[in-house]
């Protein structure tokens, strides 16, 4: 079946460091790929999503990258904060309805 | 604007129990889903409706049954529950028809299985 597959599974950096999330996916036909934060115990939020026909979107601190050929994206945050400690999960659509999330990684940010 | 709302949050069940989880969304969403989240295993899609009438099987569908009851609900049924099943459960919705949309998740249900 599809698969898409998620890395780091931990990550530590120091505050006002930068910090990378990648994820590959298997379906070919995939074209929207979105980013969920989830606090611990909290429900999973939508920090920014990227369609197949851009290959890069910012929003402040936070970038996603898009390489189709390849069939990978990443997750960028720069000048992170302490309030960036989550868990943040890839995912990426699987025909027009269903969606293959990532195994997650967990970010610690450390002051 | 309650988005997607879930109950109960926490629940305990014995072996062999059966149980519905209630999800309803005010957001005339047409796409609704069911995950199940396990330690280290991410989201897994248990079933979806795609629109109202209609429902299909995700990944881990295996002793669960589901009803799109109208457009705003859709439950999950455990009709007996195993301690396999212990798990945090979300149900998220879907705007649009065409898919490339963004998911709204409820904020859980906590289901232990003794």
């Known amino acids: 079946g599809e698969n898409v597959e998620q890395h780091p599974s931990t990550l530590s950096v120091q505050e006002g460091d930068s910090a990378v999330i990648k994820c590959t996916y298997s379906?070919?036909?995939?074209?929207?790929f979105p980013w969920y934060k989830q606090e611990l115990g909290k429900r999973p939020q939508l920090i920014i999503d990227?369609?197949?026909?851009?290959g890069e979107k910012k929003d402040q601190r936070i970038a996603v990258t898009l390489n189709k050929t390849a069939k990978h994206f990443s997750l960028h945050i720069t000048e992170t904060q302490p309030e960036d400690s989550a868990v943040y999960f890839c995912?990426?659509?699987?025909?027009?309805?269903?969606?293959?999330f990532g195994t997650g990684t967990r970010l610690k940010v450390l002051a | 604007n309650a988005g997607v709302t879930q109950t109960p949050k926490f629940q305990v069940l014995k072996t062999g129990q059966s149980m519905t989880l209630q999800c309803a969304q005010d957001?005339?969403?047409?796409?609704m889903y069911w995950y199940r989240q396990d330690p280290g295993m991410g989201l897994r899609l248990i079933y979806y409706s795609a629109s109202e009438g209609t429902t299909d099987k995700g990944e881990v569908p295996n002793g669960y049954n589901v009803s799109r009851l109208n457009k705003r609900e859709f439950s999950l049924r455990l009709e007996s529950a195993a301690p396999s099943q212990t798990s945090v459960y979300f149900c998220?919705?879907?705007?649009?028809?065409?898919?490339?949309?963004?998911?709204?998740f409820g904020d859980g249900t906590r289901l232990s299985i003794l």
């Open positions: 995912a990426a659509n699987s025909g027009t309805y269903k969606y293959i």
């Open positions: 998220a919705s879907m705007g649009g028809d065409r898919g490339h949309q963004p998911q709204h």
């Open positions: 990227i369609r197949s026909n851009v």
């Open positions: 957001m005339n969403h047409n796409s």
């Open positions: 379906d070919s036909a995939s074209n929207y």
